[in-house]
């Protein structure tokens, strides 16, 4: 069975502070695939980033970055001088396998609240 | 990048009546797509899988007379939340899979927020 747990619930920073959000999974497959989505109030979710298993370098995009290391499990996400803009609700999810009809398994959320 | 549109994206309806959600890939062929569910402040459970031209996979717990799922193009699938109740109050998101895309990625379309009085 698959398992993405998000300790954090809600995380409260000021503006340009740095936060990280944790992300830890559960597998058995050798083979899987790791994404961030992020929930602004709108709802609509929006991607941010994939990394398949057998990749583990980290990668930096702008003010964000990501940590996966497989040796924890966990894949965490990075926000570099925070903007009030960021504020939303972050997801972690997990796919098996190669195949995209594989189903997302989403972590329950972390929700970022970014203060002037 | 690809796109997915949902419709109506509000409704509010009275309790036993039923209501169709739309599911729309803009610019690509989606041969599955998923149906989620939010409650507030709740993370997306996976309600069914759709495969075009095929019945939908529904996940445990799941009622598939009382979420109607078609898939009748590679374009479009919808979600008929039949004899809706207050319960069934909640936000409905699709997601679209791109098979063509060297990743298989899905891709989310904005939700629809249903209230049943």
């Known amino acids: 069975a698959q398992k993405v747990t998000q300790a954090q619930t809600e995380i409260s920073v000021v503006e340009k502070e740095d936060v990280t959000l944790d992300c830890v999974y559960e597998?058995?497959?050798?083979?899987?695939?790791l994404f961030w989505y992020k929930q602004p109030p709108s709802g609509e979710l929006v991607f941010l980033i994939r990394?398949?298993?057998?990749?583990?370098q980290n990668e930096i995009s702008g003010r964000y970055s990501w940590n996966f290391q497989k040796s924890t499990s966990s894949f965490n996400f990075t926000i570099t001088a925070s903007q009030v803009v960021d504020s939303a609700v972050y997801f972690c999810?997990?796919?098996?396998?190669?195949?995209?009809?594989?189903?997302?398994?989403f972590g329950g959320g972390t929700r970022l609240m970014v203060k002037p | 990048g690809a796109v997915v549109s949902q419709h109506p994206s509000w409704v509010i309806c009275k309790s036993g009546t039923s209501v169709k959600i739309e599911c729309r890939s803009l610019d690509f062929q989606a041969t599955t797509m998923f149906w989620y569910r939010q409650f507030p402040k709740q993370s997306l459970m996976l309600m069914a899988t759709?495969?075009?031209?095929?019945?939908?996979?529904?996940e445990q717990g799941v009622e598939k007379d009382k979420f109607l799922i078609n898939h009748a193009s590679l374009t479009l699938s919808t979600l008929t939340v039949t004899s809706a109740h207050p319960e069934d109050s909640s936000f409905y998101i699709c997601?679209?899979?791109?098979?063509?895309?060297?990743?298989?990625?899905?891709?989310f379309g904005p939700g629809t927020r249903l209230l049943v009085l």
């Open positions: 990394r398949n298993s057998f990749d583990e």
């Open positions: 999810a997990l796919r098996k396998g190669n195949n995209a009809g594989n189903m997302l398994t």
């Open positions: 597998t058995r497959d050798t083979t899987y695939y």
């Open positions: 759709s495969n075009e031209g095929s019945k939908a996979t529904y």
């Open positions: 997601s679209a899979r791109d098979g063509a895309s060297p990743w298989e990625t899905q891709y």
